[in-house]
């Protein structure tokens, strides 16, 4: 049964840093592109960053390119997002996506196949 399972949301204040999870159950992340989504209430989902299966390419969306990072540990199935900064307009649900096919690359579109349930990030000023 493939699982994506968010984690490591809460409340936190502006300029604050925190660390998402998303742990991969049911297919071994190997070279499966993956990546973060956001949504605040009333907008369209963002895309967040995206990293491919090897590793070295990243994107990034332009409201966070600087402030987040994002990573993924192969052996442990789970990847990582990075924030630092943070403002009150980052306040949304997160959630993180993956690819069926594989590839080095990755982009912020409508090309991943599972999504996992979200995790709320609130930041307050």
């Known amino acids: 049964q493939l699982q994506l399972v968010e984690s490591g949301g809460g409340l936190v204040q502006a300029g604050d840093s925190v660390r998402l999870s998303c742990k991969v159950s049911?297919?071994?992340?190997?070279?499966?592109?993956i990546g973060w989504f956001r949504q605040a209430p009333g907008k369209e989902r963002e895309g967040v960053s995206c990293?491919?299966?090897?590793?070295?390419?990243?994107v990034y969306g332009g409201s966070v390119k600087g402030r987040f990072t994002i990573s993924r540990d192969n052996v442990k199935n789970t990847v990582f997002l990075q924030m630092s900064n943070l403002e009150p307009e980052d306040t949304a649900v997160y959630y993180c996506?993956?690819?069926?096919?594989?590839?080095?690359?990755?982009?912020?579109?409508?090309?991943?196949?599972?999504w996992g349930q979200g995790t709320q990030v609130t930041i307050s000023s």
């Open positions: 996506a993956l690819e069926e096919v594989t590839s080095i690359y990755c982009e912020l579109g409508d090309e991943y196949d599972y």
């Open positions: 990293i491919g299966g090897s590793g070295v390419n990243s």
């Open positions: 049911g297919l071994t992340l190997g070279n499966h592109a």
